[in-house]
């Protein structure tokens, strides 16, 4: 099953909205043949690791068994169903990760496999098939898409000076791991200030390989984005999509389209985007994940209403060494410690001389349980 993991971890980013999946076929102990799912409309792992077995001249038989990270599909989509390539490949174990969390069809699969004979076994290193996928658990549980928010701290917990300045506070092994992070999610997030004080191009710069460019997503209430930014200018496949307040005037709608980007018309709340209501209709749109990189404002409003999922903390040596620089998050907070998110599951990684603290964030009794 680490194998299967280890194969479907290639798909991560490119298979959206489907999970990212992985499989191996196993003789007498010893793994014959893998595949994975590699994008949305493909062949999903089962039927690719059944077909490389017939590639390399060997038939699949009963006595070999087939580990797959998440419960094989009975339905007809884009492809046939597994469940049935898997009987007719003749094998008769199967090793299943965890159940499609998808309420419309958990349990189809493995209850189908069993009906017809096949030896079922389910819950092999669930957590980490769920964590892999949580992007898809969430998605096909909520209909929102998953959100991770990603922030870089001074020492003395600033995000960037008394004027905005804030490149760079880490260093470039850290960067080039928030590059990473935005070559599999759907989307990357940013309010309105970021773009116009740090004009970010908010792609995906791999050092060794063609990454893939998130939706760049900028809430915008006013539309104040300029024509000049680099979000809208740097010529990527991937949408940019400026979410407005519903009373910005048509003429300057048509402006920004003219650039090259779409718009998202979404209500205000006291100001600015109703968070809540934009989450339903990113999800609408099919966007599974959303990475958020900035400003302190939308940060504070996410935290607020509870709809981070999971955290991303960049710690880096340095120390402005003053009272007026630009906290991670804006906006009213807790008058009492324990009143503060407590990060659990938390993991520390290491770039050089900064640390990385990744949690996700416990909400007490409005915690559902979403994140694995």
Not at 257 to 273: D, F, N, V
Not at 316 to 334: N, Q
């Amino acid at each position: 099953m680490r194998e299967a993991l280890r194969l479907a971890r290639r798909g991560l980013g490119r298979t959206s909205p489907n999970p990212a999946v992985g499989a191996v076929i196993v003789r007498n102990g010893e793994i014959i043949a893998g595949g994975y799912h590699r994008r949305a409309g493909s062949p999903h792992a089962e039927v690719e690791a059944i077909a490389k077995l017939a590639k390399l001249g060997k038939k699949a038989k009963k006595g070999d068994t087939l580990y797959v990270t998440l419960e094989p599909c009975n339905h007809h989509g884009r492809t046939p169903p597994c469940t049935e390539a898997i009987l007719r490949s003749g094998i008769r174990d199967v090793m299943v990760g965890m159940r499609d969390p998808n309420p419309r069809v958990t349990g189809g699969g493995c209850d189908y496999l069993a009906e017809k004979g096949v030896k079922v076994r389910v819950g092999i290193l669930e957590r980490e098939c769920r964590r892999m996928n949580e992007y898809f658990v969430k998605f096909v549980t909520t209909g929102r898409p998953f959100v991770a928010a990603k922030t870089a701290l001074t020492l003395d917990g600033w995000s960037a000076t008394s004027t905005g300045h804030s490149q760079w506070i880490t260093n470039q092994e850290s960067r080039e791991f928030v590059h990473r992070l935005r070559d599999v999610v759907d989307a990357v997030m940013v309010g309105i200030e970021t773009i116009l004080f740090d004009d970010p191009s908010l792609n995906t710069r791999l050092k060794n390989r063609k990454g893939k460019d998130p939706i760049r997503i900028v809430l915008d209430t006013n539309l104040r984005i300029p024509d000049h930014a680099k979000v809208l200018k740097q010529g990527s496949q991937a949408l940019a999509l400026v979410v407005a307040g519903e009373d910005v005037p048509a003429e300057r709608q048509e402006k920004v389209r003219e650039q090259g980007a779409s718009i998202l018309l979404c209500p205000a709340k006291e100001g600015r985007i109703d968070l809540q209501v934009l989450m339903d209709k990113l999800g609408a749109m099919s966007i599974t994940s959303i990475l958020v990189e900035g400003g302190a404002t939308l940060m504070g409003a996410l935290i607020r209403e509870k709809l981070i999922d999971k955290f991303y903390v960049f710690k880096a040596p340095k120390i402005l060494g003053g009272s007026d620089g630009i906290p991670m998050a804006l906006g009213p907070g807790p008058k009492k410690l324990d009143q503060g998110l407590v990060l659990r599951d938390t993991e520390v990684k290491r770039f050089g001389d900064d640390l990385l603290l990744i949690g996700y964030p416990e909400y007490g009794a409005n915690d559902k349980g979403l994140t694995p």
